[in-house]
């Protein structure tokens, strides 16, 4: 017992060579994204001659940037809270609501897919449907005289951009949702039906409570999605709308604000942003993993 | 949930998901007036620099997948074999990508990498392609590590290495000869999606300035009417049959591993 137990001095040494197999990866790591990143966060705190300051960040409350901060919250707050209803009802109608076993595979299979199909060919999707000239818009206005334009819909528009944002945020949800659906045990309804639940209630009183960390966090992390999506929103509406991506994405190509170091507290701010809707995420994840195990 | 109330929201979805695909597909064959024709990709076909974009970007793509098996295979399993503990750390690095918005990590690269920098890479043409495969290569890890990491979960990593090793087998070949192959259906899974990203991917080669396929395509939607939707119904196959792809080989798997 002793001989296996008690190391040998070869142990001595060791530890260290173990380390080395992870060099590569972490020079990797720190070269292209911890280092990239800590030096846009730190260059939010600075001016040019390198000194600290809180300028730029209080340079982000001006009224267009505080306004395209604006835009890109209520975009992707809309884009995922409509995601989440609409792929939770697809969802739930897939695992619970009686449809043939044979949807479920090429559903997922499908929002596989078009969760990875965003960027620039997503936008030009839509514009050839919604646009001015696209399929739904003429065939609204010749069959039944329905001119969308008049009505004051503009594919280049914050309902256009969160119309289009759904084609992944509807997917994603489906995706992450469907596992949870399946985690509601059988035994659930029928205990609650024995007690002499109806269908309403048992939903409102155990199933929608137990999924509720679930369809949060999938919102939470929606939201990030959105707000991170940048290829998508350039090409459907160049510059016409002024969401922080975009505004970021000039800044960087030219630096439109007049300062450089107002991109990297822009910047700053979407990490801020999207690091928070994460760890909200991933928080809620933990959280419901406890029932849905 | 009632069955025709699942109908109709299950109806209701993918008509909207139909829908936009089919007014994309309708716009690409509408050049010649009047009747369908496949013009406008007659006419994207013959454009050198679509070619020279997607060429690009398929180069990119390869060398991408082939710097991401190097980097990934020999961590993950390394993690897996000698630092257990360290796992979740790892794991939650990797899925770092999915937080941190591309167009924050390009921005970073530039300013950090700049021609007066201690490691000038955006100064030289091979270099900027260099960071940008890195950038790739991080964008696609996510996706990558989960995949490798969850094929290694199927094999006994550490019987398999110690009877290597006491066949006499070094890392070198115990990595390349025992754990790639058993890894490759993950391996191949993972490099599909990475291929996926890389040839839709818009930010990053639009801001270092490369010729890829995604800025190219933003190009021709400013400028040209029909055309723009032709390419993107070819990216949006090439998406569909990168994903086709990791469903058939997972399949074929799954046959191989029952007919044992």
Avoid at chain 2, 112 to 140: D, K
Wanted: hydrophobic fraction near 55%; glycine fraction near 8%.
């Amino acid at each position: 017992m002793t001989d296996l137990t008690s190391p040998p001095p070869k142990r001595r040494w060791r530890p260290s060579l173990t380390w080395l197999g992870l060099l590569p990866f972490a020079l990797f790591i720190a070269l292209f994204l911890v280092m990239p990143t800590m030096k846009i966060v730190i260059g939010a705190f600075q001016r040019a001659d390198g000194s600290f300051t809180f300028e730029n960040i209080a340079g982000l409350f001006t009224a267009s940037i505080l306004s395209s901060y604006w835009i890109s919250i209520k975009i992707s707050v809309a884009s995922s809270a409509i995601g989440c209803l609409i792929g939770f009802l697809m969802a739930a109608g897939m695992v619970l609501g009686g449809l043939p076993r044979g949807i479920r595979s090429p559903l997922m299979t499908f929002s596989g897919v078009a969760s990875n199909f965003a960027g620039v060919p997503l936008a030009f999707a839509f514009l050839a449907t919604l646009g001015p000239l696209g399929l739904v818009t003429m065939f609204l206005r010749t069959e039944f005289g329905i001119n969308l334009r008049a009505m004051g819909f503009n594919i280049l528009s914050f309902w256009g951009l969160t119309i289009t944002y759904l084609f992944f945020q509807i997917p994603l949800m489906i995706l992450i949702i469907t596992p949870a659906l399946d985690g509601l045990k059988r035994e659930w309804r029928e205990a609650a039906s024995c007690l002499g639940a109806s269908g309403a209630q048992y939903w409102r009183i155990v199933a929608l409570p137990i999924l509720f960390p679930t369809i949060l966090g999938t919102f939470a992390l929606l939201f990030a999605n959105a707000f991170g999506a940048v290829a998508t929103a350039i090409a459907l509406t160049g510059s016409s709308l002024n969401i922080v991506p975009i505004m970021l994405f000039a800044q960087i190509r030219g630096d439109v604000l007049g300062n450089p170091h107002l991109g990297y507290a822009m910047a700053f701010g979407m990490i801020l942003v999207t690091g928070l809707a994460n760890v909200i995420y991933i928080w809620l994840r933990i959280r419901s993993e406890r029932w849905l195990k | 949930m009632t069955k025709a109330a699942s109908w109709a929201i299950l109806l209701l979805g993918l008509t909207y998901f139909i829908l936009p695909l089919v007014g994309m597909v309708e716009f690409s064959l509408s050049m010649r007036r009047g009747e369908y024709s496949f013009d406008a990709y007659a006419a994207v076909l013959a454009d050198p620099q679509f070619r020279e974009t997607f060429s690009y970007s398929v180069v990119m793509a390869l060398l991408t997948i082939v710097f991401g098996i190097l980097l990934v295979v020999p961590t993950a399993f390394w993690v897996r074999l000698k630092l257990p503990r360290l796992r979740p750390l790892v794991e939650f690095v990797t899925l770092l990508p999915l937080v941190i918005p591309a167009i924050v990590t390009v921005f970073g690269y530039i300013r950090l990498y700049n021609t007066s920098s201690w490691l000038p890479l955006t100064g030289t043409t091979f270099g900027t392609n260099l960071l940008l495969m890195f950038g790739y290569a991080m964008l696609s890890l996510p996706y990558m590590y989960r995949a490798v990491d969850t094929g290694l979960r199927t094999i006994d990593v550490a019987t398999l290495t110690e009877a290597a090793q006491s066949l006499g087998a070094g890392w070198f070949t115990i990595i390349a000869k025992l754990i790639l192959p058993n890894v490759l259906v993950a391996v191949l899974s993972g490099s599909f999606v990475t291929f996926a990203i890389v040839m839709g991917e818009f930010t990053m080669a639009a801001l270092l300035n490369r010729p890829a396929f995604g800025p190219y395509l933003q190009l021709m939607g400013a400028n040209k009417a029909y055309e723009p939707f032709a390419l993107a119904t070819i990216a949006f196959i090439i998406t569909w049959a990168c994903m086709g792809l990791i469903q058939l080989v997972t399949r074929f798997t799954k046959h191989d591993k029952a007919g044992r």
